[in-house]
C-alpha cells in the first residue's frame, strides 16, 4: 500500500497521476474563460444583460447535458467520454480564440462557442468524477478524493488570478487560447489513462430508461435526495448574495479592494479545507460534513450584520472551509455507497439537482432585495441556509452513513 505522502508519486497509482493532471490542467483553464470572456463580451460593446445571456447560455446547456452525460459515462468507456470531450473542448476554444484575435468575433457567435463548451464540459463531468475510484486502491480512495479536489481548487485559484493578468496584459483572445492549451494537455493525460471499466449486462435500454434507474437510485437512499435537495436550496439562495450582492454591499461599502480579499479569503477556506481532509478522517464523515457546512451561512451573515473587513473575511474563510470540507466527505460517500454501474448517472443528476435553482437566484436575488433591503435579504439568506443545513443533521440516514 502506498505511504502516506506517496499518493502521486507511487509507481501502481500512473492512471490517478493522468487522472490528476488532465483534470487539474482543465480546472487552471476554465477559470481562465470565464474571466477573458466577460471581457471579450464587454469589449465587443456588449452590455450587461447581453453579458448574462452569453453565461446563461452556458449553465443552462451545461445543467441539461449534464443527464445525458452520466448516462453514457455508465454506458461507454469513461475515459472516452473525457479524451472526446477534453479535445472537443479545445478545438472549440481554439476556435473562439482565433476569431477574437482575428476580429471576426461577435457576440452570438460567443453565445454559441460558450453554449457549445458548457456541454462538452457536461457531457464528461459525471465520467471524470466517477473515475477516482478505478484508479487507486480502496484503501486510498479518501486520500484520493481529497488531493484531487486539492489541486482542482488550487488550480482554479490560479486561474482566475493568471486569467485578469493576461486579460489586461494581452488580450482575450490569447487568454482563451491558453485555455485551449490546457484542454489539449488534458486529451493527451487522459487518453493514456488504462483502467478496467465494468459494462452494462442485459440488453441495452434506452437512455430515458437508464436515467431513470438513476433517479431510482437516488430516490432509495435518504441521504442521497435530501443532500441533493439542500444543495438545491444553498445555491438558489447563496448564489445570488455571493454573485450580486456581495459585490455591492462589500465593494461599495468598503471598497472594490475589499470585495477581491473575500473572494481570496473564500478560497483560502477550500484550500485549507483540502489539506485538513487529508489528515482528517472521522467515521460517520457524511455527518461531519453536514455539521461543518453550516459554516457557509457565516458568509451572507457577515455580510448583513457587520461593516468589519476583518469579520467579512473571517466569514469568507470559514464558508469556503466548510464547504470544501463537506464537498468531499460527500464525494467520498457517493463514492464508497453508490453501484459501479450507476455511479455516472447519480453524479450527472447531482450536478443537475444542486445547480438547477442557481440561475433563478441569480435572477430574482436583485429586484427581491431592492424590495426588502439589501442586508435584510442577505440576513434572511443566511438564516433560511442555516435552517435548512440544520434540519439535514436530523437524518438518521446522515447521521449513520
Known sequence: MPSRPA?????????????????????????????????????????????GLVVAVFALLEVV????????????????????????????????????LTGVAT?????VLGGLTGVLSALSQPSSRAMTRLTVPAADLARAVATRTML??????????VGGVLVAGVGSGWAIAIDAATYAVSAVCFGRIRVAQARPEGPRTSMLADLGEGVREVLRHTWLWLMILQAMVYHLLYGGAQGVLGPVVVGEGIGRS?????????MAGFVVGSVVAMRWRPRRSLYAGAWLLCLTALFPLAMALSGSLTVILAGAFLHGFGLQLFDIFWDLSIQRHVPEDKLARVYSLDVVGSFVARPVG???????????GLHRWLLVVG???????????????????
Not at 482542482?152 to 488570478?161: D, F, K, L, N, R
Open 7 to 51: 499518493l502521486l508519486r507511487h509507481p501502481d497509482l500512473r492512471d490517478f497521476r493522468l487522472l490528476v493532471a488532465g483534470a487539474t490542467a482543465s480546472s487552471f483553464g476554465n477559470a481562465i474563460t470565464p474571466v477573458a470572456l466577460a471581457f471579450a463580451v464587454l469589449d465587443l460593446g456588449g452590455s450587461a444583460s447581453e453579458l
Open 65 to 100: 447535458t449534464a443527464l445525458f452525460g452520466g448516462v453514457l459515462g455508465d454506458r461507454i468507456p469513461r475515459r472516452l467520454m473525457m479524451e472526446g470531450s477534453a479535445a472537443g473542448s479545445a478545438l472549440v476554444q481554439a476556435t473562439l480564440a482565433a476569431s477574437l
Open 107 to 111: 457576440i452570438p457567435l460567443l453565445a
Open 152 to 161: 482542482q481548487t488550487s488550480a482554479m485559484t490560479a486561474g482566475y488570478a
Open 258 to 266: 475589499a470585495w477581491g480579499f473575500a473572494m481570496a479569503a473564500l
Open 362 to 372: 441569480l435572477a430574482l436575488t436583485g429586484p427581491v432585495a431592492e424590495a426588502v
Open 383 to 401: 438564516l433560511a441556509m442555516l435552517a435548512v443545513e440544520v434540519a439535514a443533521l436530523f437524518s438518521r440516514e446522515v447521521r449513520r452513513l
